[in-house]
């Protein structure tokens, strides 16, 4: 038995299909993987993202502690509750994490990482801690639940009192507000608006039910993976890790070079690696013979080389298969793939695929 976040028993009472993820005990469906995949992309679902770790960064040297430690720039978050999303590198510039940072105030940052990366992570923070004013400590005490789709801030809002009704109020994408203890986010992982939600521990299993009662109906892991990828978001351990660098995982635009002088962990070998030619990038594809891209596919490009695929699924809303792959940087429109010993043809694209609701490919 692994670890069981505080909607677990909702779980049960909802009918999931439990699996291990990550040494957490997690819904992977609750009947319908494609349904709960239509739901989010029409309607709004809730996904249980209790294993995330957040992690709560304090002290005088909180912000320079996080400019070094991130290859975005704190600097840019200056209003309480905006947010930031970022790669924590390692000094060879490979991806350790790819995270959120809220900012709370100058002396206190909140940090949300994944799940499966949480012990060393939490490692690596500690030790680049160690030359700052700064304390890094998890923190325990919220559940988190996602809700996502064309109506679930309306839906969900139905549900807050009317003090987090009001401060939710016209909040920005990448905002957070925090209220009678709801940590609300306008954040997401489908490529729908909606909030993710920090919930005191001992409340999770009453907010759970006000949500059902508002017609937010549960969706599992599955769900989630077909959603994030079909908008394009990558999934740590598959789209990126710590031997491949942000410049070739389609997250270049994570990384804040200004101002010159901070030298955040794995600037210089980014800078090296710009210098010499970035060798690959992470691209779409949508598959054009029949098959289904599954990840660690070769990727046949013709007259350039060879690259493989990260990810890849069926797509509930193109009704087509889907993936990102990492190829030559010379890459054209087209490739092929090998699967099962045949070589199939497949369209390159932007690795974006559906943003609410609408098809981009």
Not at 137 to 161: C, H, R, W, Y
């Amino acid at each position: 038995m692994g670890k069981q976040t505080p909607f677990f028993d909702c779980h049960n009472q909802a009918g999931a299909k439990i699996v291990d993820f990550g040494g957490w005990d997690m819904p992977l469906h609750y009947g319908s993987q494609v349904d709960e995949h239509h739901q989010v992309r029409q309607d709004a679902g809730m996904f249980d993202v209790s294993h995330m770790t957040t992690v709560e960064v304090k002290g005088d040297d909180a912000k320079a502690y996080l400019q070094k430690l991130l290859a975005n720039d704190v600097a840019k978050l200056t209003v309480s509750g905006k947010a930031l999303y970022s790669g924590m590198l390692n000094e060879k510039g490979g991806v350790i994490d790819d995270l959120i940072v809220y900012y709370i105030n100058d002396t206190h940052y909140r940090v949300v990482v994944n799940a499966s990366t949480r012990e060393k992570d939490l490692a690596w923070m500690e030790k680049q801690a160690s030359a700052y004013s700064v304390t890094v400590t998890e923190n325990n005490d919220f559940a988190m639940l996602a809700v996502q789709g064309p109506k679930a801030i309306e839906k969900t809002n139905q549900v807050l009192s009317s003090a987090q009704q009001q401060a939710v109020e016209g909040l920005g994408v990448f905002v957070a507000a925090d209220s009678e203890g709801y940590f609300i986010a306008r954040t997401g992982y489908t490529g729908e608006d909606g909030y993710e939600i920090m919930v005191p521990a001992d409340q999770a299993a009453t907010f759970w039910n006000k949500l059902i009662e508002a017609g937010v109906k549960p969706c599992g892991l599955g769900a989630r993976d077909t959603l994030r990828l079909e908008a394009g978001m990558n999934l740590y351990g598959n789209d990126m890790d710590e031997t491949i660098s942000p410049l070739e995982a389609n997250m270049g635009w994570t990384i804040a070079w200004e101002p010159q002088d901070r030298d955040f962990i794995g600037r210089s070998a980014l800078v090296a690696e710009k210098e010499a030619g970035v060798a690959n990038k992470l691209v779409g594809l949508v598959l054009e013979g029949k098959g289904v891209i599954r990840a660690h596919m070769k990727v046949i490009i013709d007259g350039v080389g060879e690259g493989e695929t990260t990810s890849g699924t069926m797509s509930p809303t193109l009704k087509k298969s889907i993936g990102m792959a990492r190829v030559p940087k010379a890459t054209g429109e087209q490739v092929m793939l090998e699967i099962r010993g045949k070589q199939v043809p497949a369209k390159v694209v932007k690795p974006c695929f559906v943003r609410k609701g609408e098809a981009l490919v």
